[in-house]
């Protein structure tokens, strides 16, 4: 080394004798693209997740790396989970059917008891009139017509 602190001629032949000595390959490689950009967008996706989860996942979507036997396990599962969630769903809309049909029952119920209640105390609630008089000029009319024919 010289003393402005400039390596001289001789220090490089020295450092390129022994790298050659060495048998070291020292061609350079080609970069791998598919790789680097593999890195980049693991790194910015790991940036987008660490400031808002949910853009990063309608951004960058995630690559899967899964073998083909992973895969179809994923997809077997996936279809038993949506199997079992649509079976509860069923389950929950029949619970909730026989709990509005058993109040349209019990609605059903109290109306006939009404309508037994006016019919015993013999009010119509259309006329006014007792139900028993009511009927019995239905059926006096009813007598008229058969014995004309």
């Known amino acids: 080394m010289k003393g402005n602190g400039q390596p001289s001629i001789m220090d490089s032949n020295v ?9 070291e390959d020292l061609s350079l490689d080609r970069p ?20 808002d989860p949910q853009a990063a996942k309608t951004t ?12 179809a396990a994923v997809c077997i599962q996936s279809h038993y989970r ?20 058993a109040l349209r029952y019990e609605k059903m119920q109290k109306q006939l008891e009404e309508g037994e209640l006016l019919v015993a105390k013999g009010i119509s609630e259309k006329s006014g009139r007792t139900i028993d008089t009511c009927y019995d000029k239905q059926c006096q009319a009813h007598r008229r017509i058969k014995a004309h024919k």
């Open 15 to 23: 450092v390129m004798d022994s790298l050659l000595a060495t048998g």
């Open 32 to 51: 791998n693209i598919d790789q680097l950009r593999q890195d980049r967008m693991d790194r910015n996706r790991a940036v987008m997740e660490a400031l």
């Open 60 to 71: 960058i979507p995630q690559v899967d790396n899964l073998s083909p036997a992973e895969h």
């Open 82 to 101: 949506g199997h079992l969630g649509r079976k509860k769903y069923t389950e929950l809309l029949y619970q909730q059917f026989e709990k509005e049909e």
